[in-house]
């Protein structure tokens, strides 16, 4: 598209700063927290992993859309953030896999976007001032009318997104990677008696899912509502805590019902907002970082062991208030040394805060599923074991 077509776009953060540019994708006006991803690759997963729910996504790599969308890479139905904003946009996509533009595919779901900006400048100022909230509108171009809009969004902090994001009902999922995309040797153990995992949907991501598969699950995927004693019915052989948006304290559902299922001692793996849900299930507290964790070479360290990881968060787990008897910290991130791994210590139970699906990412720590695999198998076994004492 000539600029000479473009439709004029302003984007305006809440302490008052200003940015003009071009429009891309739907028109109209959204209001969000602005973040930025770091990430080179993997936008449209990014575009729809629930985790980015009710935020506006700054992508610093300076290209965005030159290999389209298409529908294998979708993390969830649609895009969940509320607007995207990038240096450059490409109308016309190059690559096989593609089925359509990424400004197309943002119109079809009626999310705005802003480019044509200076990204280098909007990401040191949320580094040095902390991510706060921003509006992209098309229709109100007048800098102050549009901040009036944005200074009366709630913030961040506080906001129970997970209710917008969960499930609806009960589904089961059995999908694994796909064969052309597997990056390891079958798992022999594949063969082996399924395993039932239910899955608490704090907002999950579809390649969480498929490697959980990949590792011979039946997954049941339950809405965050879902009572304890329902969730037992279905005699799981292990409980997984997803992924998803948000502040993790106002989820009192997810953190109340973690709580009664750690008396099951049933095997149990959370990952991101599902860290940070065992983590207050387990009498720790969270914060609010200053501009969150996003991107997919975030170091995590676990005795001289260094994971590169694909992240996704604004909030942490305080390790000051870790009950030190019982629960060990395995990983930090190793650009501040925030909680990044967390394990019991008589309990079968760990969590990560980062995304060990690696979709996008890397695939260093895909090891976890089969380390959950192998606790579920253990548990198993002595339940056998305890029944034939009997």
């Keep these: 598209m000539s600029l000479f077509d473009a439709k004029p776009a302003l984007l305006v953060l809440a302490d008052g700063t200003a940015y003009r540019g071009f429009s891309f994708g739907a028109t109209g006006t959204t209001i969000g927290e602005v973040v930025f991803n770091t990430g080179m690759t993997g936008y449209q997963e990014v575009l729809t992993d629930p985790s980015y729910y009710g935020q506006i996504v700054v992508f610093t790599y300076p290209e965005l859309g030159n290999t389209g969308v298409n529908p294998d890479d979708e993390e969830s139905h649609k895009p969940q953030i509320r607007g995207a904003v990038t240096r450059n946009i490409c109308y016309k996509p190059s690559n096989w896999r593609s089925t359509a533009s990424l400004p197309d595919y943002l119109t079809q779901h009626n999310v705005p976007g802003i480019y044509g900006i200076d990204t280098r400048a909007l990401t040191r100022k949320i580094r040095a001032l902390g991510a706060m909230n921003g509006g992209i509108s098309t229709e109100i171009l007048d800098e102050a009318e549009l901040l009036e809009q944005v200074i009366t969004a709630p913030s961040m902090k506080g906001l129970n997104l997970v209710r917008e994001v969960t499930t609806a009902k009960v589904y089961e999922w059995s999908d694994p990677t796909t064969a052309i995309w597997e990056f390891k040797p079958v798992n022999q153990e594949n063969t082996a008696e399924p395993l039932t995992v239910v899955a608490i949907d704090f907002g999950v991501k579809r390649n969480i899912l498929r490697r959980l598969a990949s590792y011979g699950c039946r997954i049941i995927v339950v809405p965050v509502n879902t009572p304890p004693e329902e969730i037992l019915k279905y005699n799981p052989d292990g409980i997984f805590l997803s992924n998803g948006p948000g502040d993790p304290a106002p989820v009192t559902e997810g ?30 507290e969270t914060f609010k970082l200053k501009f969150g964790h996003r991107g997919l070479n975030q170091p995590a360290g676990s005795k001289q062991r260094v994971e590169i990881t694909s992240q996704n968060h604004s909030f942490a787990i305080d390790a000051n208030s870790l009950p030190d008897a019982d629960i060990e910290i395995t990983h930090l991130n190793l650009n501040d040394s925030t909680v990044a791994g967390l394990r019991h210590k008589s309990l079968p139970l760990f969590s990560v805060q980062y995304h060990p699906e690696a979709s996008p990412g890397p695939h260093d720590a895909d090891y976890l599923f089969e380390q959950f695999v192998q606790l579920m198998r253990e548990a198993k076994q002595d339940q056998r074991q305890s029944i034939s004492l009997f």
């Design 255 to 284: 953190i109340e019902t973690t709580k009664a299922l750690l008396a099951s001692q049933k095997p149990m793996f959370g990952i991101c907002m599902g860290h940070q849900i065992l983590g207050h299930a387990l009498g720790a």
